[in-house]
Every structure is written in C-alpha cells, then in structure tokens.
C-alpha cells in the first residue's frame, strides 16, 4: 500500500524537522543529505526538490532556531513596569543562551557555519536585541522610572556590558553554572545605574 | 681591540630588548634566536646561555610587558577620591588595551603563545585587576560614596561588564575608533549604578 501522500509544505516540515534532529544529535558536519532522506524513507534528490543544498537547509534550521529564541524570550507576558521588564527580557536572553550552549551545542556550532556572513548575521541579531532595549528603556525614561537620557545609546552600551554572558566568543570561556548568578548581577548595576545617572 | 664585556645581567637586558624590537616589528614566529643574536653581534650560543628556547625569551618579555602595563595603568600619581580613582584606573586599563592592539600587534598576538596556559595567564591577571577594583571599592563603599555592598563581589562583576572592551577574543570584533567612548559609557554606567544600588 502507498503512502499517503505528503503535501510540498509538510514535507519541507518534516525535512526540517528530522534534519534538526539529526544535525543537534551528531553536528552539521557529520549528517549527510543522504542520511536524512534515509531516516525519512524518501530518495536524497526528492530532499534536494526543497533545499539545494546541505548549507541551505541549515541555514533555514538557523533562521527558525532565531525566531524561536526571540518567542522564548518574548515578555508579552509580563505585566511589570518598563525596568522589571527590561531585566526579565535579559534574563531570558542569557538563559536562552546557556541553554542553547550546554544543551544544543551542535546547533550552536552551527550557526556560524551556515550563515552567510556570521559576522552580519550577528549584527542582525545585536539590532533586534537592542531595539527591543531602546523601547523598554525609552518607556522608563518616559514614565520617570530612568532618568532621561538616549535609550539607543544605552541600549548599545548594555548590550556590550552583557557581551560576557552573551558573546558566543565569551560563552565558552564562562562556567555554565555561575552564569546566571553573573547575569544577574550584571543586570541590576546595569539597572541602578539607569536609574541613578547624573544628568550631564 | 676587544669589545669592552658586558656583566650578565646587561647582556640579559640587552637579548630581552633586541628581541622584543625584533618580534614587534615582525611577529614572534618570524624572529630566531639566530636573528636576534647576529643583531647584537653574538653567537647564537651565547644567548642560548640566558634563555633556554625562544619560547623562554618570549616568556620573559610576555612578563615585562605585563608588569609595564601595571606601571602604566597605575593610578598613585591620582588625588582623587576612591571613585575618580576607579574611573581613572578602568579608562587607563582600556586604553593601554587599545594601544595594544593598534601598535603592538605582533605582541599581543605573541602573549597568548608563549604562556605556559593562557587560560591561566588571563586569570592571573583578572585577579590583578580584581584586587585593585576592590581595594578602591571598599575605599568608596567606607567614604558613603557607594551604598554598602561586597567590594569583591563587585570587581568580579565590572570586570564581566568589561569584557566587550577588555577581553582579548572581544578586541577582535571591536572598532579602535569606538572603543574609547563605548569604554567611557560603560564605565558611567558602572559608576552610577554602585552609587545609587538599591540595598538588597
């Protein structure tokens, strides 16, 4: 008896899917386009019909990866003042990240390989982080909570204040386990000091 | 007529700083004993004498150059209060990173190379900034100048909040240019969070 048959979209789905799976287990490098065709019963040129290579395939499972970190660090949820935000919002960020390092770390390695151009892809990443930033704080600033200033400024200047507890290039120096105690500490200086500057 | 003798402690000084102009202008690995010895017109042999391998050479001048750093970032020549002095010490630290990495290339690059561990040769050093960030920590936190808080708890967090501008893997990524006044940010915002911290 066929199979019943997949359509274009769930294929690509289930493609990507499995190709993650196999690409977190054993690392980028060491999956073929062969070995996810096997594992999903299907023939290499029929994987090939949806991603023309292994680079774009993982590239789409990058791009995904990102968009779904910015939903696990989404603060939709929350209903707090713009500053408890703004530390919830970076807590998650760095959670996020010592999660990816210790628990994907194959996806983690990916990353950088299948970008275009990683050193873009990071700035693409610092821009939607410090956008995010330069809203909250701009919010604070407006409802008194910060005292005035430029929240684009600030939000640059906190994100290189994080870069120990955010950096890919920093995270394999850190221990793992001390890196929420850090964070943490990290983020309320940064806190207080957003709230105390001596206006210039 | 012979050259007048030099004592062993003059040949020693002057190995040390013809290799150390050598290795500068044109990279540890592209210098040899050899090289260094026809520049003072002297056997190979007799600066085999005074250091064991070009890896030693490069050892001791690796240590040199950190103790000159501290001279340079040395702050007893400041009147200023405990937190003046901190500012002071931090902006002179980035700075000496700079000139560093802009003139001294090939040193830079060398440092990591000829120390036993760099791991361990970094944390020695983050140790010596620690102590002297908390020493003038405590000095503010007694003057009522910070709120009361753990002075060494403290360092370690400034010097993470650093790194984008202080970490040699960070320096890579970071533009000379910017880096004074991404330093200068950063420190403010340090400053100011230590005196407004909310007691916890």
């Known amino acids: 008896m066929r199979r019943p048959r997949r359509s274009g979209a769930e294929t690509r789905e ?29 023939s290499p040129a029929n ?5 023309k290579s292994k680079l774009t395939l993982g590239r789409a499972i990058a791009y995904r990866h990102g968009r779904r970190l910015a939903e696990r660090c989404s603060i939709e949820d929350s209903s707090g ?14 959670r996020e990240h010592v999660c990816d390092k210790l628990e994907n770390q194959y996806l983690f390695e990916m990353i950088p390989l299948v970008l275009e151009d990683p050193a873009k892809g990071g700035r ?7 956008d995010k930033l330069c809203a909250l704080i ?3 600033m407006e409802d008194g909570i ?3 200033g430029d929240p684009a400024r600030d939000a640059g200047v906190i994100v290189d204040m994080l870069a120990s507890v955010l950096h890919p290039k920093m995270l394999h120096c850190v221990d793992p386990e001390a890196l929420s105690d850090k964070t943490a500490l990290i983020i309320d200086l940064i806190d207080s000091g957003l ?3 001596v206006a210039k």
């Not at 994987?47 to 991603?51: A, L, S």
């Not at 003042?81 to 760095?94: C, G, N, V």
Request: without cysteine.
């Open 81 to 94: 003042t713009p500053d408890q935000k703004l530390k919830l919002f970076l807590s998650r960020l760095a």
């Open 14 to 42: 289930a493609i990507l899917a499995t190709a993650e799976r196999l690409f977190r287990a054993r690392g980028f490098a060491a999956v073929s386009i062969a070995d996810i065709a096997a594992e999903l019963d299907m």
């Open 47 to 51: 994987v090939f019909k949806h991603f």
């Open 138 to 140: 701009a919010e604070a």
């Open 195 to 197: 709230k105390y500057r």
């Open 146 to 148: 910060y005292r005035p």
């Open 124 to 130: 693409i990443y610092r821009r939607l982080v410090e």
